[in-house]
């Protein structure tokens, strides 16, 4: 049986990316298993930059994170901008940590990220913050 308790993450995730970061504790109960670890990412972005961010990610990152065997499991624009700061996520989800390690070497090293999507991605970045959690979690 799975916790109810998904709205409650989705609000703190909401409130991590409002405010540039934060911490989420989670506290395994139930005798449930870590499962899937999901690598949740939190934008925090220039203003005005929000929808070629989305646009970039969506169009260009999204697909070639999924050429590089990464799990996109969601990604998009946050509901509200505090502070004049709109604000993105991308939710990812690996089979284990150690592949979730040679994952993103491979992507991140790659000739592919550096000459594509790159430079639209990171250049209307101002700060982000990242959360792994187990598949049990969300």
């Avoid at 308790?5 to 990316?17: E, I, V």
């Avoid at 939710?91 to 991140?108: C, H, K, M, N």
Wanted: aromatic share 8%.
């Amino acid at each position: 049986r799975r916790c109810d308790c998904g709205d409650q993450l989705r609000l703190a995730l909401t409130q991590l990316s409002h405010h540039g970061g934060g911490v989420i504790l989670y506290l395994e109960q139930e005798g449930r298993g870590l499962g899937l670890p999901n690598k949740i990412r939190t934008y925090r972005l220039r203003p005005g930059t929000s929808g070629e961010f989305v646009r970039a990610m969506r169009d260009e990152a999204v697909p070639l994170l999924t050429r590089f065997g990464i799990e996109v499991v969601a990604s998009g624009a946050s509901l509200v901008a505090e502070e004049g700061h709109e604000g993105a996520y991308l939710i990812r989800r690996f089979p284990s940590l150690a592949v979730r390690d040679e994952q993103e070497t491979a992507f991140y090293t790659s000739e592919a990220w550096h000459s594509g999507p790159r430079e639209a991605i990171v250049s209307r970045i101002e700060s982000y913050h990242t959360v792994v959690l187990p598949e049990s979690a969300l």
